[in-house]
Structure formats: structure tokens, C-alpha cells
């Protein structure tokens, strides 16, 4: 098999230097796939009847305007009857897609709304005030009533306008989403994490947190997280329908879902990251992998290895499926 790999950068040390292309890169390897690199803003000199798929990595896509380029070159792939994986039509970056295509597909999570002043906002309180697209917990506040959202507002606006023009998007809060205080009976935040690849779950973590936002500057460690985390990979599959549900209600092929398991079994979804880090490798401090998840840092990498060979497995399957329709 070769593919066509539509990226941002020729050079494979810029697109594999990020943790989950690592991860796509240690499948193409293993399997043998060649692939040439292909930046679609950017003249094809090749013929892509040499190719039996194209594949989409879109990480740091949101630069020189890469998903307009994408768009227009995968219909000419598509066209000359050769498949697209992991499309950019599911390359999002806001928080605000995955709520809304949720919402629409009847995927549980939290109502939402954009807004530019204090006076547009309609939803309940408590509710969460953040910049659209931002993401690790930056400039994400908590608001219980209408005197701290409005204080909120004018602190995020009043930096808005003394910032540096470039750092300007990251600043101004537009984004209200409904709060859903989703504390267990242990007095704990949980938050899991699966990996879909295609119809392949991969459930890489079980977090908790002392507070409501779940991430590793509050996180818990021990043998109580670690049993939390062997019992996740062991039964996260309960789950399987709606997370893949979730999954392809947002589009890629590729992504990693963030969402809690409710006392009741019930999933409450909150973000799904189409360029996701795999925390337990370059994410986590050196000590920290095992009192968090259990893991080793080989058993880590070998969650690693699976995402790879899922998206191997996911290029034959499309390959497989294209030559039969043929």
C-alpha cells in the first residue's frame, strides 16, 4: 500500500515532532505503508492513481488558511476514485462545533451560546465563560451569578484591549456553555478519555481532579486513580455506542474524546480533540506516569503503538472497501 499524506509541512521531522502524529507515523513504519507528503495549497505534481488512499493530518491546520486548500484538493482526490480518511470536514478546533454537533446528533452535553456582551447571555447559572477554542483550561472561569460573569467579562475585555494584536484571539471570553456539576459520591472530578479510530476504541485515561476542571494542574495520583484506571481499560467498551455515536457525529476519523461516566452509567460529553497529546509520555513530568495511571512508560507507548495500528487497520478497511465497489 502507499498513501498521500495532506499535511501542513513537508518535512516529517515538523509533522511527527507532535505526540499523536508520532503515534500515526509508528503504524505507517511498522506496516510497511509508504507515503508521500502532499501541502495542498501547494501545486500536485504526482498522480494520485499511484496512491490507494489519502490520508488527512491536519494538525496546526488552522494556519495559512489550511482547511479552505484541504477542502479544495480532496475533491479532486474523491474525484479521480480514490479514498480520503480522517477528512478535514471534521477538522475543527472550537469547542462550540463538537457542542453543537452533539446537540444535533442527540449526544449528551452541555447547552451553549456565543455572545459579545454580558447582555447577550440567557443561559442558567452557574455557567462556564471561555475563549472559543482555547484550550488546557486557559481563560476559563466559573461564574455563579450575573455580578461575576459581568465582572469577568470586563477583566477578560479590559486585557482584550491592552494585549499584544497577535495574542488578541486567545484573550476575549465568547463562549457561555451550561455547568453541570458532575462531582462523584468520592468527592472527585472524573474525566475519561477514549481514542476513536474508526470503529476502534482506545481508552487511554482516567482522570481525577480535585475541582471542577479536570487537567493536570489539579489531578490526583495513587492507588486509588491507578485502580480507577485499570477498571477504565478493562470495561470502557459499556460505553461503546455512544462514544463511537460521539465520535462520528463530529466527523474524523481520528479523535479523542473527553467525557465523564455518571454514578448512574450515563456519559456526559465535553470536548473531542481531532490533535490531541498523550498524556503519560511528553505531557507528564518524569515519576508522574505510574502514580497516575499504573503504567509504565513501555506500557504507555504500547497504548501509543495501538493508536498506530488503528490507523493502519483503518486504511486497509477503506482501501479494502473502495476495491470492492469498484
Known sequence: MKILLLARHTEREK??????????????????????????????????????????WSYQGKRKNFTYWAKQ???????????????VNGCFYMH????????????????????KTFEDINLRYPMILRTDGLHEG????????????????????????????REKAIRLLNLAIEYHDVIAPDGYYHKQRTIVVGDTLIHREHSVA??????LGNRVYGDYVQNLNREFF????????LILKAARALGSDVVALDYTVLPNGDCM???G????????????KPGEINPATGRDYTEMVNVDRAVGRAIVDLLYQVTDKTKELA
Open 138 to 165: 486557559k481563560n476559563t472561569h466559573l461564574v455563579n451569578n450575573p455580578d461575576e460573569a459581568r465582572a469577568a467579562i470586563d477583566r477578560a475585555t479590559y486585557i482584550y484591549m491592552n494585549t499584544n494584536p
Open 234 to 241: 478493562n470495561t470502557g467498551d459499556k460505553n461503546r455506542e
Open 210 to 215: 480535585t475541582g471542577w476542571l479536570v487537567n
Open 15 to 56: 509533522i511527527f515532532r507532535y505526540h499523536a502524529s508520532e503515534s500515526m507515523l509508528l503504524g505507517l513504519e511498522e506496516a510497511g505503508i509508504d507515503f508521500d507528503i502532499h501541502i495542498p495549497w501547494k501545486p500536485f505534481a504526482g498522480n494520485i492513481h499511484d496512491y490507494d488512499a489519502m490520508l488527512v
Open 269 to 271: 460529553f465535553w470536548e
Open 96 to 115: 462550540s462545533t463538537c457542542l453543537g454537533r452533539w446537540r444535533d446528533a442527540g449526544v449528551p452535553c452541555a447547552k451553549f451560546q456565543f455572545f
Open 273 to 284: 480533540n481531532r490533535h490531541f497529546k498523550m498524556h503519560g509520555n511528553e505531557t507528564f
Open 73 to 87: 484538493f480532496e475533491k479532486e482526490v474523491r474525484d479521480a476514485g480514490v479514498p480520503v480518511i480522517n477528512s
